[in-house]
């Protein structure tokens, strides 16, 4: 790759060492507490179960009391189902009919299920039962000890995991009624561009008449994108080409965001009001550069005036949509956007590969018969492919061969980002 223009995982790299967004730590009900990122480790503060319990439906007994193999009959001595209330201590000599979940009472050893019985399973309780044994059942059968599924102490979840379905049922379980949670950043999109017709009022007579314009897609398309991952986006800000104007936008935004995010305007033209006010020709708050990546090579950040971190991305939306994958999603979701590599499968739809650049292309993941993970490129141009897409997909144009293929297709693997829904 040209050595004037970083890669982009030196890119990335780069902005994450400059780009830290304030986390606020907020402690939350449990029931608000799904999707979001914990900010402690959370750790049991019981033991699960709390007592030994049976895990049959059967009858508690002591194993010195069986005859093994044979029968042994047994006078049933109570009756045991799972409920709250003390439990008296196992009679020697005596059986205790148990329910699943029940308290298995002190001096019973093991639980033999209902099945090896002459019992009738939907029944009263009988006065004697006979139980059927091919073999003396190990110490503890079917009783689960103390902590045997959540030991006391034992770490749940570590800072940095999403509170899922799972965890909300260990808290609840053990009691646990909040959590202490990362709040989601507060991101702000400001878009720019003079030829950006607003689509909501398309229908006005005076911009249909108006040729040169484009419908503004990308505060809509990063919007859903940003909330994919969690994050609580401010409704998108419009900018023009007025410098003075931009100004006042990216103040307005810094005061009520965590995080902003500008399209468009950091080329090279003369009307790339962006990189003119944040640049070094400007205010110098921002650094930009042309990433060895296509699309999306246009790149930049820094911080605002008072602090708040702005990520700068190319006006195009393909590669807005790009960039807001390599390089912001990894500042709200961290490892989760990192590519990994997977089989590469059907790439007729792209030609041989521009050298000079990582060339990021739509895909879309799937099993094959043995069931490995494999990417599929999506035919189309700019946006279009994804539509339908669930991987960005990364090939590096330099790694090619003699007949315009890549390495990376010799290999028949590729770098994917899947993409959230």
């Known amino acids: 790759m040209p050595a004037d223009r970083p890669s982009p995982r030196q890119w990335r790299e780069q902005l994450l060492a400059a780009i830290a967004p304030p986390r606020t730590v907020r402690t939350v009900p449990l029931e608000q507490a799904r999707g979001l990122e914990l900010a402690a480790p959370v750790h049991s503060p019981a033991p699960v179960p709390s007592a030994p319990i049976a895990a049959m439906d059967g009858f508690a007994v002591r194993r010195a009391d069986l005859t093994a193999p044979g029968a042994t009959t047994l006078p049933v001595a109570s009756e045991l189902p799972a409920r709250p209330g003390a439990v008296p201590e196992h009679v020697p000599g005596t059986a205790t009919r148990i329910m699943t979940g029940a308290l298995v009472p002190l001096g019973a050893d093991a639980v033999v299920e209902v099945e090896r019985s002459d019992s009738d399973p939907f029944g009263p309780a009988p006065s004697a039962v006979t139980l059927t044994l091919d073999a003396l059942p190990p110490e503890n ?74 419908r503004e897609s990308n505060g809509a398309m990063l919007a859903a994108a940003l909330q994919a991952d969690g994050a609580d986006v401010l409704p998108p800000r419009r900018g023009s080409d007025d410098p003075e104007r931009l100004r006042t936008l990216l103040a307005e935004a810094a005061e009520d965001a965590d995080l902003v995010i500008t399209t468009g305007g950091i080329g090279h033209g003369a009307f790339d009001v962006v990189k003119a006010l944040l640049g070094e020709r400007g205010e110098g708050t921002s650094r930009f550069a042309h990433v060895a990546l296509r699309p999306g090579g246009p790149q930049g950040y820094g911080h605002l005036p008072g602090g708040t971190p702005v990520i700068h991305l190319p006006g195009t939306p393909v590669g807005a949509l790009v960039g807001h994958h390599l390089f912001v999603r990894p500042l709200l979701v961290g490892e989760r956007a990192a590519p990994r590599r997977v089989l590469l499968g059907d790439t007729s739809s792209e030609g041989s590969l521009r050298p000079g650049a990582v060339h990021a292309l739509a895909g879309r993941l799937r099993r094959d018969e043995a069931g490995r993970e494999v990417v599929d490129l999506v035919p189309g141009r700019r946006l279009a492919p994804y539509g339908r897409a669930d991987a960005l997909v990364l090939l590096d144009g330099d790694a090619q061969v003699g007949d315009g293929a890549s390495a990376d297709r010799l290999a028949h693997t590729a770098l994917v980002i899947p993409l959230p829904a």
Request: no cysteine; proline share 4%; glycine share 14%.
């Open 141 to 214: 059968r079917h009783v689960r000890g103390i902590g045997e599924e959540v030991a006391d102490g034992q770490l749940l979840a570590d800072a940095g995991d999403l509170v899922g379905a799972g965890l909300i049922g260990l808290a609840r379980t053990l009691g646990i009624q909040e959590l202490a949670v990362r709040a989601p950043l507060r991101v702000a999109v400001v878009v720019t561009g003079d030829e950006l017709a607003d689509p909501a009022n398309e229908q006005a007579p005076e911009q249909a008449q108006v040729a040169g314009t484009v």
